[in-house]
């Protein structure tokens, strides 16, 4: 059989509910510690609770330490791949941080669990049962990390919480999942065209994240840049537009070498520089913000830190999120 490393980071998959009260908070023990070896038959499993975190808690310094660690049991054991239980708030950012970080061919699986273990339905156990089934298949090879929830697998780069309560929360809009999990097996249905990695040792920038809107004035980007983050990461309109209020303020974290991404705040469709009147996307881009390709602003937060520690080079940029 073979081997499977279970890491615990936290999250509602390792809470109980309060019959009293309703409220949900971590129990003392995690739940499911030392619970799935016995249940599992398909692989030899091994705990190791690394975090017992709420994930609104989870930052991208747990998320290196948490990447760290698995390279550390890789290069240290013969392991056939990693199941990582994770809260579901942010549970595709630290998946994604995990995918752009990690130099494995093995299978990584992120998962968690919408309901706490003591609650009717409690989806945690099987997911968990789930992942490690995925984990040793192996056709999950050379996929990069993979998020595996009410048995379907998504990759980490699309992934996303789409719901606040429901089992069926994590969807890949647009993409839809790249396989499922059924009783007799695991069936891949897509393949990935490509995987990055950057093997940075910290992870220190910081970057903001703002989403636009309507009559959106100029003064928030303006205290933003008061702050001089390293990054800052918008939300921009439709296709990549945004207010002309914040084109100046923008234009001004530009000139002070500040790298400004551009994301959509619609969770379909790509930004594009479409549009030229004032604060389209053609005159952003022109004026040297970097389109991003897909991807939701959390997650494209989490790559311009990233990134920013390998380089700050404009050019350099716009290739890594092109």
């Known amino acids: 059989m073979k081997k499977i490393i279970v890491l615990h980071t936290g999250g509602t998959i390792s809470m109980k509910e309060d019959k009293n009260t309703g409220t949900v908070a971590?129990?003392?023990?995690?739940?499911?510690?030392?619970?799935?070896?016995?249940l599992a038959t398909s692989a030899n499993i091994e705990d190791e609770?690394?975090?017992?975190?709420?994930?609104?808690?989870?930052?991208?310094?747990?998320?290196?330490?948490?990447?760290?660690?698995?390279?550390?049991?890789?290069?240290?054991?013969?392991?056939?791949?990693i199941v990582i239980t994770h809260g579901t708030d942010t549970l595709e950012e630290t998946a994604y941080f995990l995918d752009l970080y990690l130099q494995t061919r093995k299978p990584i699986i992120v998962t968690g669990a919408m309901r706490s273990s003591n609650e009717i339905g409690?989806?945690?156990?099987?997911n968990l049962l789930t992942s490690v089934r995925v984990a040793c298949s192996d056709e999950a090879q050379d996929k990069g990390v993979l998020v595996v929830m009410n048995d379907e697998i998504h990759?980490?780069?699309?992934?996303?919480?789409?719901?606040?309560?429901?089992?069926?929360?994590?969807?890949?809009?647009?993409?839809?999942?790249?396989?499922?999990?059924t009783k007799t097996g695991i069936m891949f249905h897509h393949t990935l065209t490509s995987h990055e990695s950057y093997p940075i040792q910290h992870i220190q920038k910081r970057v903001t994240l703002i989403k636009t809107y309507a009559g959106m004035?100029?003064?928030?980007?303006?205290?933003?840049?008061h702050t001089k983050p390293d990054g800052l990461v918008i939300e921009a309109l439709g296709q990549g537009n945004?207010?002309?209020?914040?084109?100046?303020?923008?234009?001004?974290?530009?000139?002070?070498?500040?790298?400004?991404?551009?994301?959509?705040?619609?969770?379909?469709?790509?930004?594009?520089?479409?549009?030229?009147?004032?604060?389209?996307?053609?005159?952003?881009?022109e004026m040297g913000v970097v389109f991003s390709n897909g991807l939701t602003g959390p997650k494209a937060r989490i790559k311009l830190m990233i990134a920013l520690e390998m380089t700050q080079n404009p050019s350099e940029l716009v290739h890594i999120f092109a």
């Open 217 to 225: 004035d100029s003064e928030t980007v303006e205290a933003i840049r």
């Open 242 to 285: 945004v207010p002309p209020q914040i084109v100046e303020p923008l234009k001004k974290l530009i000139e002070d070498r500040i790298p400004v991404v551009l994301v959509s705040r619609c969770y379909q469709g790509i930004a594009q520089d479409v549009y030229s009147y004032e604060g389209g996307g053609r005159k952003l881009k």
């Open 155 to 181: 990759s980490a780069k699309n992934v996303t919480k789409t719901s606040t309560s429901n089992v069926a929360t994590f969807q890949s809009p647009q993409y839809g999942p790249i396989g499922i999990v």
């Open 49 to 81: 609770v690394v975090f017992h975190l709420p994930s609104p808690h989870m930052t991208p310094s747990h998320m290196l330490t948490l990447g760290q660690r698995i390279h550390e049991r890789l290069a240290t054991e013969q392991i056939d791949g």
């Open 26 to 38: 971590p129990d003392l023990d995690h739940p499911l510690y030392e619970m799935l070896p016995s």
């Open 122 to 126: 409690s989806d945690g156990l099987y």
